[in-house]
């Protein structure tokens, strides 16, 4: 852990998990609860219980790598993925 | 403190019966034959449990030199030799996936999406009865009150990121420190809140060998240090398989009734918690075991599948008995309390 900082990782296919000194407080300034040292905030968006991950992103098959993505890198990829997740949304 | 559960069948009699007695008295070559189902066979897996409980809570009136009695252990060994081969036969055919450090999620998640077992969870939630939702908490009850005690047992085999990444995840079973946020703790809140005991162990002779076998497995893991792989990917599995099954477990309750906070709790505070430990476990712990000792890759995914191979005998065993109107708990004076 960095001292006295936060320390954010994204996980493969899930959410960011945040790690240290953090406060967490929506946009008007007031303070969100969490319970425990460590949050998951989904990335996904499929969340019902935001900002945190609710393992929502597995029952849609969400794809996204841990590390940075590059913005040159072809896009292909995301057009195949796109359909691939339409699939797999359950009813 | 429990008392000792009431014996099934040769092996579990001559457990329990030592046990009344002091320790040294075990009588030498008992012999344990191989059951028709090593996974579920009601007198194995309850003589099993009694020997395991030892390491745990004990039982009201047993001597306690019997936790590491020479005879008692020697018995056990045998008892688990039947247990593992059991698991391996019915794994027969399995290939852990392919995987390194750095893909052990990918891995264990591909062990995850191919379980084709029924979903109890699923069931509970759309149609699952107040009664049926009351026996499922029973039978969870051998664990969830001893809940991440058995993967605790792993914590002195590991050492630097693994083990952090444990502690990182045990912390929170154990509430933080706080007794009322232990999950066992919670857990026995639903229970009280149900208007089930949540007494440690008061169940136990109502459990069927299917049941006791999957506490049996993590105790096993847990216990030797040999399947400190098995352990570790028997909890990355676990986390990495509850969110979304306890969701439904606290939609399934709301729809039957039961809002109370202290009733559901268990179940809410899981949805989010294990998001957490799910990457923790299956990331942190799992592959940085492996990046520390590749060897134990397939132990890791060995465990893992074992998990998956007895919850969904398990959930089988309980959908069917329900479908066809059959009791899922053996009958005691207790468990016809709950059903009357
Ligand atoms: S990242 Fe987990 S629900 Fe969105
Ligand atoms: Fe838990
Ligand atoms: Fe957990």
Redesign the interface.
Known sequence: MSAGGARITPYRDGPLLIRGTFTLADQDGNDIAFRGQTVALCRCGRSRQKPFCDGMHKATNWRAASAAQDPHAATQDTASRFVRERDSTPG | MPVLPTPRGPLSATVLTALRGAPGSLPAGTDVPTPGDALADDDLHLALYACYELHYRGFDGVDERWEWDPGLVALRATLEAVFEHGLHAALDGWTPPAADDTTM??AL?AIADADDSPSLSRHLERHGTLEEFKQVVIHRSAYQLKEADPHSWAIPRLAGGPKAALI?IQ??EYG?GDPA?MHARLFADTMEELGLDPAYGAYVDALPGATLATVNLMSMFGLHRRHRGAIVGHLALFEMT???PN?RYATALRRLGVRAPRATEFYD?H??????H???AA?DLAGGLVRQEPALKDDILFGARALVELEGRWATMLLEAWAAQQPTLRSTPRAEAVAA
């Open positions: 999620d990918l998640r990182e912390a929170d933080g946020r509850s969110s979304i969701r505070e949805v989010t918690a294990d998001a957490v799910e990457n923790v990331v």
